[in-house]
């Protein structure tokens, strides 16, 4: 891997050796750039568990919805990804667990400006809510009741805000919706542990502010660290002391207690439990302990993932949930090459987990595949939830033949297209293969927005053959 360097000043830089915890460089002058050359050995295990632990999360998401809310031993066993489910989803599409652990990656990367980091995630949050962004179907759905209650505070009070801490405190409002989305906070920060589990709290605060939830993703977030770390599984999950990873004081779990719920799961109840004890459910202590409980009764990511799935009820957030954990313990490789390539928006996610890579280790400006990867994505989330998806609804300005349908399809690809040429005018602040990366990853950005536009385009001919109108119809 190279990194350029831009060097403001005439110092001899050339040579100059630079190293941290993780890896080892030498900054190397070639005629007026500045380049770090990288060890790729360290440097690649970690942005190979960062991967797995994004796409991990994804992926289980997408298994358990096949199953989700069935009861265990209902339905037959998933052996992979099948969509289907209550919300008739395509193999690899995932709920909003996903959505939101995606919507918080990029609220985390968002590092231009002083708005206040809860802001930006509920922000975030609420793009999902009102217009579908991050969605793998371009719609809302599968919302938690805790989650939309703190969106709609946040959306009352937006305009005066200095934080947006709207979890509800109570013990009976510990569901999963925090633990869910985790991931992103232990991958960009697990050099800082310390600073992570911090993070983890304030991150849950936003929708999910009991102890409860609180202490499960500290706890969480400190076991995802040390898989990224390398620890052993036996490591991860002793039970004559509560895990800590390398970076954390020694005597944190002693001066910062867990409650005791959480700590009877992270001392083991899920090594000598077995279903119906081991519960799907979406309260955060059962959904932790059996995601614990996959992981802990497995030996590879792929039959966890489906230990945890085929458990039924809350199928999708158990699988999420195992998935960030087990992805980050046994790496990107170690996922089936086949469910990998249905994850919906796959380019998507791999940028946002390379760039969580790339700034775990020094936070600075994102990088210009970021950057532009995401501008395409964003400008055709914009147009296609803000008039394809919109015209295909009941509206006054509802779709009234393919004719008009089509224009908006040639509008979309000249979106990608005119965002792209703006890569071409940065010739001086890109490499090709940057470039030949952004073109790449933008062209599959657009071909999913193409697929789902097909199922629109689908819904549209069965309104046209049904005549369904509401706009011509007199009242």
């Not at 409002?173 to 050099?191: E, F, K, T, W």
């Not at 097909?454 to 011509?472: A, G, T, V």
């Amino acid at each position: 891997m190279h990194l350029r360097v831009f060097v403001l000043d005439h110092a001899d830089w050339n040579n100059t050796r630079l190293a941290s915890n993780n890896f080892t460089c030498r900054i190397i002058r070639d005629s007026w750039h500045f380049w770090i050359k990288v060890d790729e050995g360290v440097c690649q295990q970690s942005r190979d568990r960062i991967s797995g632990s994004l796409f991990g999360l994804l992926l289980c998401d997408s298994l358990g919805t096949a199953v989700e809310c069935q009861i265990s031993g209902s339905f037959d066993p998933i052996k992979s990804l099948r969509g289907g489910g209550k919300f008739q989803l395509k193999p690899g599409q995932f709920t909003d667990d996903g959505s939101m652990a995606l919507c918080l990656s990029i609220a985390l990367l968002d590092n231009e400006n002083n708005i206040h980091s809860s802001i930006k995630q509920m922000s975030l949050y609420r793009c999902w809510y009102e217009n579908g962004y991050l969605s793998s179907n371009g719609e809302c759905f599968d919302i938690g009741i805790t989650v939309r209650i703190a969106l709609n505070k946040f959306i009352s009070n937006s305009d005066q805000l200095e934080t947006a801490y709207y979890g509800n405190t109570s013990d009976k409002a510990s569901g999963n919706g925090s633990l869910m989305r985790l991931a992103p906070i232990p991958l960009l920060y697990y050099q800082d542990p310390s600073h992570a589990v911090i993070e983890a709290m304030n991150s849950s605060k936003t929708t999910h502010a009991s102890l409860l939830c609180l202490d499960s993703c500290r706890i969480y977030t400190a076991l995802i660290i040390g898989a990224l770390q390398g620890f052993s599984k036996d490591d991860l999950l002793n039970t004559e002391q509560v895990f800590i990873p390398n970076g954390l004081p020694n005597d944190y779990w002693i001066n910062n207690p867990l409650d005791a719920d959480v700590f009877k799961v992270i001392n083991g109840s899920y090594k000598q439990l077995n279903p119906p004890e081991i519960k799907a459910s979406g309260f955060v202590i059962e959904t932790m302990e059996a995601a614990l409980w996959a992981f802990y009764h497995t030996n590879s990511f792929e039959e966890g993932a489906l230990k945890a799935v085929n458990l039924g009820n809350d199928a999708d957030t158990v699988g999420a949930i195992y998935g960030m954990l087990a992805g980050a313990f046994y790496g990107i490789n170690h996922i089936p090459n086949e469910w990998k390539e249905k994850c919906y928006f796959n380019d998507l996610v791999q940028t946002i987990s390379d760039e969580l890579a790339r700034q775990s280790q020094i936070r600075t400006n994102v990088s210009i595949v970021y950057k532009k990867v995401l501008e395409v994505y964003d400008e055709l989330a914009k147009f296609y939830s803000g008039t394809i998806k919109r015209r295909v609804l009941p509206c006054p300005k509802q779709y009234k033949s393919m004719e008009e349908f089509n224009e908006d399809i040639q509008q979309l690809h000249s979106i990608s297209e005119n965002v792209l040429k703006s890569v071409d005018k940065d010739q001086e602040m890109i490499t090709n293969d940057e470039k030949q990366l952004i073109f790449n990853r933008s062209k599959t950005i657009l071909k999913q927005f193409l697929i789902l536009i097909e199922d629109d385009k689908n819904s549209l001919i069965i309104k046209w053959s049904r005549n369904i109108n509401p706009f011509s119809q007199k009242k």
